[in-house]
């Protein structure tokens, strides 16, 4: 139900679909309309003209009913694509599930088999296969449908590898699975999408082809017809007769396109990548849709967020990732973001920049200063020459983000060339230098290679010397020693204060572990579904939490040396953020929940000595026996 809503979404496949359906409707009732016969011929009335002699579409050189002609052959030519594209689907996934999961000799026999049938134009392959069985259509539907199977073949063979080492295909071998069995019931089922996906993109060229070869007199022989047939007997009576030929041009012109539009809906439906927007083409920068002026900013700093809206629209969905966040950062000053998975942290610091990718994303409200500039709204040339400049970023995962291709050293030169007008062998030197800042030993020969010949360490100590490439303001810290190891991490946050205190940066810094927070960070920030639930110095975050939220996650932190303490869980989920509970968002999970928490906006206020979002904060004798 949920692809199809998915399906409907789409206007293009939706409209391809009802045309399709209604087609197909159309050549299932044929059989029951009034019509005349398909090959009665009436010579007193050849080649006569729309609505001519009682012809609603005119008849053909021999007198006979072109409707009629049209919708029986309709029937024919949906009926030989379809089977078409089903046996080469069947075939072709078959060869490519075997060859896949087998591996080894198999697969290079079965793969080399293929790629000679590649080797030939598949419409002169189809051509020789009904040369070879003789003119007719179910010879023709053979050679449409083996010329076809190369295709499914070669995508299937590519997800089945990726499937067949997978740890649950794993788990079935252990389990004394037979490779029958595992074939059947744990890699068919997660190649069935691809199947269908690239059945439905494909069926109408297989009713194309089949029209082209009965085009020839390869195809439906006579006194039967198909689309193509009749469009082969209409081309001798182009020049004098050219209506002739109109309707069944015109029926394959909407049954292949009907087919191709509701294909590629299928695919989008099907496919979770396109589903989610992950793979749609992001614009330069974040669209912003201010529903108000923006906000004077209440703070001052290099890097000030004021009231901070960023939706994603997924349809008639709205997302509110991240829901008036407001934060400021000092020069050398190191501000801790911290929060769940989901919370809104990455979300933020992309906005800073637009960097949140539209579609889906929207910034709908705030202010966001890099000292005196607006960045929220501004024109592109203004945020591309700040980006990687005045503010830069270090990400998560190095390995994706570094490009696999190229040197380490090219990444980093092309990243200060871009904002600085100097020659290669200038910004090679400062790349190395960079290099060295960052302590990675032998600069000059690691400078030299690619981002799979360094360890993970390593990988992100180049990316934190391409964010200090331009001796940025502002550095966008998100969790970037998260997949790294204890030693490692150490040795990067260690990097990272002294090149705080050094060049005076500015620091906001991404994280979901209190105990990089303590080390690293003069402040802190903590967020939950989208908003700044608890803000304050990180010692009074740490010593005394005053929301529950906090202080519950900070309950989750096994500590060295107190093997007794009960280690803590925070019951239930995250609210999703398109259904945001009135009240506070943490009620639901909340052991100090009461009835006002549940109605009316909660104001991000002061509580002690730093500000809370919360009508019932933390006492510090609890916070105190929570840890």
């Known amino acids: 139900m949920k692809t199809l809503q998915l399906i409907a979404r789409n206007r293009l496949a939706l409209a391809g679909g009802i045309i399709l359906i209604l087609v197909v409707v159309l050549a299932l009732i044929t059989p029951l309309l009034p019509l005349k016969a398909p090959n009665a011929t009436d010579p007193a009335n050849k080649n006569a003209f729309f609505g001519e002699s009682g012809y609603l579409l005119g008849s053909d050189h021999l007198g006979r009913d072109i409707l009629s002609r049209l919708l029986w ?98 788990a079935a071998r252990l389990a004394g699975m037979s490779h029958a069995r595992i074939i059947l019931f744990e890699i068919l089922p997660n190649v069935v999408p691809v199947i269908v996906v690239a059945a439905s993109t494909t069926v109408g060229w297989m009713i194309l082809e089949t029209a082209g070869l009965s085009f020839l007199g390869l195809g439906s022989q006579p006194p039967d017809s198909d689309l193509g047939s009749m469009l082969g007997l209409a081309k001798d009576s182009l020049i004098s007769d050219p209506h002739v030929s109109y309707p069944p041009g015109l ?27 992950a793979l749609s083409r992001p614009m330069a920068a974040t669209t912003v849709e201010r529903k108000a002026p923006a906000p004077e900013p209440r703070e001052s700093g290099v890097l000030t967020l004021t009231d901070i809206e960023t939706q994603f629209h997924v349809g008639k969905r709205v997302f509110k990732a991240v829901n008036e966040v407001s934060l400021h950062v000092a020069p050398g000053e190191c501000l801790g973001l911290i929060g769940e998975s989901g919370s809104g942290k ?69 990243a200060i060339k871009v904002h600085h007008g100097i020659g290669r062998g200038e910004a090679r030197k400062r790349a190395i230098q960079l290099l060295k800042d960052v302590r990675i030993p032998n600069a000059e020969s690691r400078i030299d290679t690619y981002p799979h010949e360094m360890s993970g360490g390593m990988r992100q100590r180049v990316g934190i010397a391409m964010a200090l490439a331009n001796d940025p303001d502002v550095i966008i810290a998100d969790e970037p ?63 005394n939490p005053r929301h529950p939220y906090t202080a519950r996650l900070m309950a989750c932190v096994p500590e060295l040396g107190e093997g007794k303490r009960r280690l803590e869980a925070i019951p239930g989920l995250p609210p999703a953020v398109d259904k945001l509970p009135e009240g506070c968002a943490f009620a639901d999970r909340c052991h100090k929940v009461q009835a006002d928490c549940r109605s009316g906006e909660i104001p991000l206020a002061k509580v002690g000595n730093h500000r809370a979002r919360c009508l019932h904060p933390v006492e510090r004798q609890a916070t105190e026996a929570a840890q």
């Open 346 to 414: 990455s979300v933020t610091a992309l906005s800073v920049m637009g960097l949140v990718a539209s579609p889906p994303g929207v910034i709908t409200g705030g202010s966001a200063r890099y000292k005196d500039e607006e960045l929220i709204g501004a024109d592109y040339g203004k945020l591309r020459s700040l980006r990687g400049d005045r503010v830069a970023y270090i990400f998560q995962d190095p390995l994706a983000t570094l490009h696999p291709l190229y040197k380490v050293g090219d990444q980093l030169i092309e």
């Open 251 to 277: 029926m394959i012109l909407i049954i292949v396109m009907s087919i191709n539009l509701l294909g590629d809906g299928i695919r989008d439906a099907l496919d979770p990548r396109l589903r989610s927007g």
């Open 73 to 170: 052959g309709t029937r024919v030519s949906l009926a030989i694509g379809f089977i078409s594209a089903v046996i080469a689907a069947v075939v072709g996934a078959a060869i490519g599930i075997i060859a896949g999961y087998a591996g080894g000799r198999t697969d290079n026999l079965l793969m080399r088999a293929i790629d000679m049938i590649m080797g030939f134009p598949y419409i002169l392959l189809a051509l020789a296969i009904v040369a070879a069985l003789g003119p007719g259509l179910m010879n023709a539907l053979i050679a449409v449908a083996a010329v076809n199977v190369p295709f499914f073949a070669r995508n299937i063979r590519g997800v089945t590898v990726g499937l067949a080492h997978k740890e649950f295909v794993d």
């Open 481 to 543: 020693t998260t997949a790294l190891d204890v030693t490692v991490q150490a040795q990067i946050l260690s990097l990272l204060s002294d090149l705080r205190k050094s060049r005076g940066l500015a620091i906001i810094f991404i994280t979901h572990d209190f105990g990089v927070v303590a080390q690293l960070c003069d402040r802190a920030a903590v967020m939950y579904a989208g908003r700044i639930v608890e803000e304050g110095t990180t010692d009074q975050i740490l010593n």
